[in-house]
């Protein structure tokens, strides 16, 4: 019976320091962040009753979506401590931190171990991944018993703003019954006057002279003569009698008078004969 009661005990021990075992973690386990953003993660630990007193860990990420800025010691240890280890390392994507107490006592409360600053430079989702962690006790003894926590980001893409459409101003309703509006609380709306046209001045037509029509002249139709027949026509026509100015008695009575007459008569004839000639052969042309 004393038996079965002492091994009873042992494993409830067991079963006690198993479920209060010590933990380091990644906080906060998730972040939101944008791409460009200056952020920062705290490595905590929690002892759960533990004495720890010294602690490193390795912390690795994707160097295509972080760089790692800084590193820097936390409270945990408080003043009593150095700081063993402080690597950065983008290239790898990685950061290693160790620190250790330099006098007792040991700490059992939780704190904050370092925090680590990054550059979000893509858009994407980073895992934090805490290796090589190591806590030890007072004896510089490792704590076998440590729980891991690891912590995600998530980087979101920078989202360009739209401009706010411009507003469309609603139409001004006017209404009919004057500058009482009603309808609008009140406020009265001037409707703008329609501009009235001026009716151009009618233009006053001056009576003029109207042109009386010019009457064309009929085309005399030229008879063309030719020589023989000239001659006949003047032979057997009578001569168109040409008015001579009235002699007076006195020069009727002078010597000569009548041949005279008679050679102008001719005269007269053979100009209305050659005249005649000239017109046929310009019709014959």
Not at 109 to 114: K, P
Not at 192 to 207: H, K
Request: hydrophobic share 35%; proline share 9%; with cysteine.
């Amino acid at each position: 019976m004393i038996k079965i009661l002492v091994t009873t005990a042992a494993v409830i021990i067991v079963s006690v320091q198993t479920g209060f075992a010590a933990q380091i973690s990644v906080m906060p386990s998730l972040q939101m962040v944008s791409k460009g953003d200056n952020f920062t993660v705290n490595i905590s630990i929690d002892p759960e009753g533990s004495e720890v007193f010294g602690a490193q860990y390795e912390l690795q990420f994707d160097n295509s979506l972080l760089s790692v800025t800084s590193q820097a010691k936390g409270p945990f240890f408080g003043g009593d401590a150095s700081v063993l280890k402080n690597e950065l390392n983008n290239t790898m994507g990685w950061v290693k931190y160790g620190e250790t107490r330099t006098k007792q006592p040991a700490v059992s409360n939780q704190g904050i171990l370092a925090t680590i600053t990054f550059t979000a430079i893509e858009s994407g989702t980073c895992s934090l991944n805490l290796s090589e962690v190591k806590l030890s006790d007072p004896n510089a003894q490792p704590i076998s018993d440590v729980s891991v926590n690891n912590g995600t980001c998530e980087i979101e893409a920078i989202q360009e703003q739209t401009p706010a459409p411009t507003p469309t101003p609603a139409p001004t309703h006017i209404s009919n019954s004057g500058s009482e509006g009603s309808g609008n609380g009140g406020a009265s709306v001037t409707p703008t006057p329609t501009p009235t046209p001026t009716p151009s001045p009618a233009r006053t037509q001056t009576p003029g002279l109207t042109p009386e029509p010019t009457a064309t002249p009929a085309k005399t139709p030229v008879t063309t003569l030719s020589p023989d027949s000239a001659i006949t026509s003047i032979v057997t026509s009578s001569p168109t009698p040409v008015s001579t100015p009235a002699a007076s008695e006195e020069e009727r009575k002078l010597p000569g008078f009548e041949a005279m007459a008679t050679l102008i008569t001719l005269l007269m004839l053979y100009t209305v004969f050659k005249f005649k000639i000239r017109k046929g052969g310009d019709g014959d042309e």
